[in-house]
């Protein structure tokens, strides 16, 4: 909810820099061939009203008589944002691509960058599930911040690339949480170092550290959880996994070479 509320935030700023027209300024007594600023004033009090359907006919209207006009483009991404409130996020991912096609050099284009990224962003659902709206959110939020550094939307979309990534990465920790279980520990390592180098600003990174001193020590590679145990005490002394990987290792002293060999079988 309170992503609809910022969404909108940057919607209203957005249209009040692209409009300087009065609703007062509207006469609904005039015949059919209005000029295209009074249609995009009729179609935005219904959009105020969110009578979002008469809205986008009152804004298809405008494309279709007055296609050159401003209040055309304008109109193509007042279309764009309604599928976005009505949560029809596929029709708006399109209507806003199509719209960058159209228009590259608009002075508004980041709003349709940023429109695109979000509009992916809403259907990530759950790190287990399909990744693909990850991917697809990420690129685009990376368009926004490398295109428009220095938009209003810039700083949202370094937020959001950050919470992407942590949603990745906990991909990767499921996943490898599923391999060690299995006993596939190179597949697993992979997984874990792939959080560890790609995704360090996330809160997996201690976890992944230790899970890797795990490995190492079932594995026999006592030398590499050793190390990888005083990255992880050197990081982040006061986690958790720190204490588990301390102790793991401590106990592993104590063991005999018989036990050592046991752990591989």
Known sequence: MLQKYLILFYFLIFSFGCSSLDYNEINLSENDFKPPNEIYLEAKIYFDEQNYQ???EKFNEIKKIYPLSNE????????GFIHYLQMDYETAVGHFSRIISKYPSHKNIDY?????AISNYEQITHHDLDGSYNELALAGFNQVINRFPYSEYAKDSRQK???IKSNKAAKHMSI???YTKEKKYTAALNRYK???????MTRFVPEALFRMVEIYNKIGMEEESFK??????????KSKWYKYSYNLIKNEKNLTLTDKIKKLF
């Not at 349709?112 to 695109?116: E, G, V």
């Not at 792939?194 to 360090?200: A, I, L, R």
Request: no cysteine; hydrophobic share 50%.
């Open 161 to 163: 690339i950050v919470l």
């Open 228 to 237: 990888t145990a005083a990255v992880l005490g050197h990081n982040y002394p």
């Open 194 to 200: 792939t959080v560890v180098d790609d995704y360090s």
């Open 112 to 116: 349709a960058y940023y429109m695109r």
């Open 72 to 79: 055309a483009i304008q109109s193509e991404i007042m279309i």
């Open 176 to 178: 490898g949480r599923f």
């Open 54 to 56: 008469l809205a986008e």
